[in-house]
């Protein structure tokens, strides 16, 4: 089982595994608010290195293939408007926390 989340900043209280031990032995992928909450990303690799593999993954450009449209609107339909660039963690358990 894996845990999506994706809970527009709420991830800095939401993922802590302090709070919620079972987390520790949880795959998840977590989109990271930084624009909400500055630092996030080094906040929950911190939090998770000792229990998972700890991957930051940053956002690329995207280009659906709907060729009826010119480039600029298909940029628009993917476009979340986000006021920064986005990237998600994705954390793996580690098979021996160190």
């Given at each position: 089982?894996?845990?999506?989340?994706?809970?527009?900043?709420?991830?800095?209280?939401?993922?802590?595994p302090?709070?919620?031990?079972?987390?520790?032995?949880?795959?998840?992928?977590?989109e990271?608010?930084?624009?909400?909450?500055?630092?996030?990303?080094?906040?929950?690799?911190?939090?998770?290195?000792?229990?998972?593999?700890?991957?930051?993954?940053?956002?690329?450009?995207?280009?659906?293939?709907?060729?009826?449209?010119?480039?600029?609107?298909?940029?628009?339909?993917?476009?979340?408007?986000?006021?920064?660039?986005?990237?998600?963690?994705?954390?793996?358990?580690?098979?021996?926390?160190?």
């Open positions: 089982m894996v845990l999506l989340v994706d809970c527009e900043g709420y991830e800095v209280t939401l993922m802590d302090a709070a919620a031990p079972k987390l520790r032995g949880w795959r998840a992928l977590v990271l608010h930084d624009f909400a909450v500055p630092g996030i990303a080094d906040v929950i690799g911190e939090r998770f290195s000792s229990t998972h593999d700890v991957q930051i993954i940053e956002e690329r450009p995207r280009d659906p293939d709907l060729q009826f449209l010119d480039r600029a609107s298909r940029s628009r339909l993917v476009d979340e408007f986000r006021p920064a660039p986005m990237s998600w963690a994705r954390l793996t358990p580690l098979a021996t926390p160190r």
